[in-house]
């Protein structure tokens, strides 16, 4: 498989009140095309920062991103604008990157229309397309993003994203937030996706529960660093690292469920 992602020596300090903190502390790793990466640490390991860096929302300090055969961070402004449906991401709370007043319509039409990606005659069919892809009803178009619920919104997210045919999705915590049903029925959705849209994910939790179902590999985050990457079964069977075990004793029917 080749590499769709390649991460190289990812660095970022971050100065906040004469403090300095080392937020990304030269992190390297690769995802192939179809593949499940997840990122796991404890709060303020650096995960977040990893996904904005790589999605370009802020600047590293130090490091390469290669993707899809680009050099991603050198990209300058018009190349980037061109490049960036390919790679999307998904927050904890999908209200962060929708306005809640739009209806699921616009919210969903927004980045067919900024990217001109399908004629406007054609958004309509287009939107209930991608509805029925992350499995809502046409019926929910005329709704606001804030009367939908949690689950819906988070689907109408994922709607979004694919409606620019990315080849990766960043999800920061996307399920974080939603009960366990909800939130298992999402994943079930985005292992879906994946097969059906050829997709690759980078998934970040602090939650090693929530990404044993969907990560065919884990890489696990201390201090801004990974401390240890490998396929997820093995990382959870036989963990090399004292965070990846801390992690997966937060998680106490972790190994037993495996055999259930
Ligand atoms: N904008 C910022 N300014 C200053 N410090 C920040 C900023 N964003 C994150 N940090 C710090 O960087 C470290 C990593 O944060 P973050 O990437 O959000 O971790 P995580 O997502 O794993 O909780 C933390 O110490 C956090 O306080
Ligand atoms: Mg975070």
């Known amino acids: 498989m080749s590499a769709l992602l390649e991460v190289t020596g990812l660095t970022k300090r971050y100065s906040s009140h ?9 992190v390297s790793f690769s995802i192939a095309e179809g593949e499940t990466l997840a990122v796991v640490g404890p709060s303020g ?8 860096v790589i999605t370009r929302l802020v600047s590293a300090d130090a490091g390469s991103v290669r993707f899809a055969g680009t050099d991603w961070l050198a990209l300058p402004a018009a190349a980037l604008r061109r490049e960036r449906p390919r790679m999307q991401m998904v927050f904890q709370d999908p209200l962060e990157a929708v306005n809640p007043r739009a209806t699921v319509f616009s919210a969903i039409a927004d980045p067919l229309r900024i990217h001109r990606l399908v004629p406007r ?9 991608l509805l029925d892809k992350v499995q809502l ?23 979004r994203a694919l409606a620019c045919q990315p080849r990766l999705i960043v999800l920061d915590e996307a399920v974080s937030a939603l009960d366990v049903s909800l939130r298992a029925r999402i994943i079930d959705l ?32 201390e201090a801004g660093r990974i401390v240890e990457i490998g396929p997820t079964p093995a990382l959870i069977n036989a963990p090399q690292s004292e965070m990846a075990r801390a992690l997966i004793a937060a998680v106490p ?4 469920s495996r055999t259930l």
């Open 137 to 159: 009803p046409a019926s929910l178009l005329d709704r606001a993003v804030h009367e939908i619920s949690g689950g819906q919104r988070q689907r109408v997210a994922l709607a």
């Open 45 to 52: 390991s650096g995960k977040s920062t990893l996904s904005r």
């Open 121 to 129: 005659r054609e958004f309509r069919r287009a939107v209930i397309h």
């Open 18 to 26: 004469g403090r300095v903190v080392q937020a990304l502390d030269n």
């Open 253 to 256: 029917r972790l190994n037993l």
């Open 190 to 221: 985005l292992i879906d996706l994946q097969r059906a849209e050829k997709l690759s994910y980078l998934f970040v939790s602090h939650d090693l529960a929530v990404v044993k179902a969907t990560a065919h590999r884990t890489a696990v985050m």
